[in-house]
Nanobody, 121 residues
């Protein structure tokens, strides 16, 4: 059984910072890409940032220069450092990871339960 558990959400004023963490645990053979998504009641879930095993990253245009994704492969953990936060960053943030549970198993996407980030103006 594989679990992804997020932490670090909360309430912050505009211009402030938050750091999200997401730890994967359980029967894990390998993890490929790890990503952060966000969703609001009015919008579809959108990709915020992705980092693959070799450290290559990709960001949504709306967060470039403000957010930084990183990972600790030894801890199976991905982080999202969010700076210069804006009210429009308010959303539930989800982490996702492509995980293989055995050498011959298929890569499968796993999701965390989500953590609320609220940015006040």
């Amino acid at each position: 059984q594989v679990q992804l558990v997020e932490s670090g959400g909360g309430l912050v004023q505009a211009g402030g910072s938050l750091r999200l963490s997401c730890a994967a645990s359980g029967s894990i053979f390998s993890i490929n890409a790890m990503s952060w998504y966000r969703q609001t009641p009015k919008k579809q879930r959108e990709l915020v940032a992705t980092i693959v095993y070799d450290g290559t990253t990709r960001y949504a245009d709306s967060v470039k220069g403000r957010f930084t994704i990183s990972r600790d492969n030894a801890k199976n953990t991905v982080y999202l450092q969010m700076n210069s936060l804006k009210p429009e960053d308010t959303a539930v943030y989800y982490c996702a990871a492509g995980i293989r549970v055995a050498p011959t198993s298929m890569m499968r996407d796993y999701w965390g339960q989500g953590t609320q980030v609220t940015v006040s103006s």
